[in-house]
């Protein structure tokens, strides 16, 4: 069973306006934690952002922000102000069991295009 | 400090051929994972190694794949007798246990490519 869905295989946004993507999971481990990470066209894969299962209000860092909503098991990813620098692949994962390593697992991604 | 690096960066090799991957995880990462990427395609996850533990092996896609990790260093992971549908990105990335967030920092990967 798909364990992390990501619906979007593309998005389009306008540069400086803010994009939702979105990220829906499937556990039945009470302890797991979330993450977005960011490709370029280089194929780098940069870190984002964090969620864990029992934090209790959404993380944020910096232009991203991750709206949790822990009932819908949904983990999706806000981008405010959008620049043309953060067009690329985008990809949810997740980490089940208590801190220490565990198998992640990543969603197919969406593809960002950020238009000017 | 530095972070996760791979070599080579690009590999070339025929079919029926043998290759080996390497991975330098961030220095005192005890967690080190390596994934496959197809063209186009999400990250698999393939196996990960967490200190003195047995590895999880469960994503390996058959026995032609392996994986050997020294410690807490260097990590390979060997191909046996190549096939074209090998040819992906593969990935590998280290994390800190007990960090809080178990966050994995990936290298730059290295593309193989098998005629």
């Known amino acids: 069973a798909q364990k992390i869905t990501q619906t979007q295989p593309g998005m389009f946004v306008q540069e400086k306006e803010a994009v939702t993507l979105d990220c829906t999971y499937d556990?039945?481990?009470?302890?797991?934690?979330l993450f977005w990470y960011k490709q370029p066209s280089s194929g780098e894969m940069i870190f984002l952002i964090y969620?864990?299962?029992?934090?209790?209000q959404n993380a944020t860092e910096g232009r991203y922000s991750l709206n949790f909503q822990k009932a819908r098991k949904s983990a999706n990813l806000v981008i405010s102000a959008s620049q043309l620098g953060d067009s690329a692949m985008y990809f949810c994962?997740?980490?089940?069991?208590?801190?220490?390593?565990?198998?992640?697992?990543f969603g197919a991604g969406t593809r960002l295009f950020v238009k000017a | 400090g530095a972070g996760v690096s791979q070599s080579p960066s690009n590999k070339v090799t025929e079919k029926g051929k043998d290759v080996e991957l390497r991975c330098d995880p961030i220095?005192?990462?005890?967690?080190l994972y390596w994934y496959r990427q197809r063209l186009g395609q999400g990250l698999e996850f393939l196996i990960y190694?967490?200190?003195?533990?047995?590895?999880?092996k469960s994503g390996l896609p058959s026995d032609r794949f392996s994986a050997e990790r020294t410690g807490e260093s260097v990590s390979t992971l060997t191909i046996q007798r190549t096939q074209q549908e090998d040819s992906a990105v593969y990935l590998c990335?280290?994390?800190?246990?007990?960090?809080?967030?178990?966050?994995?920092?990936f290298g730059p990967g290295t593309r193989l490519t098998v005629l």
């Open positions: 990335a280290s994390s800190l246990v007990g960090s809080g967030t178990d966050t994995q920092y």
């Open positions: 556990t039945s481990d009470p302890s797991y934690g």
């Open positions: 969620q864990g299962s029992y934090d209790q």
């Open positions: 994962a997740m980490r089940e069991g208590h801190t220490g390593g565990f198998k992640t697992i």
């Open positions: 220095s005192g990462h005890t967690a």
């Open positions: 190694f967490q200190g003195n533990s047995a590895p999880d």
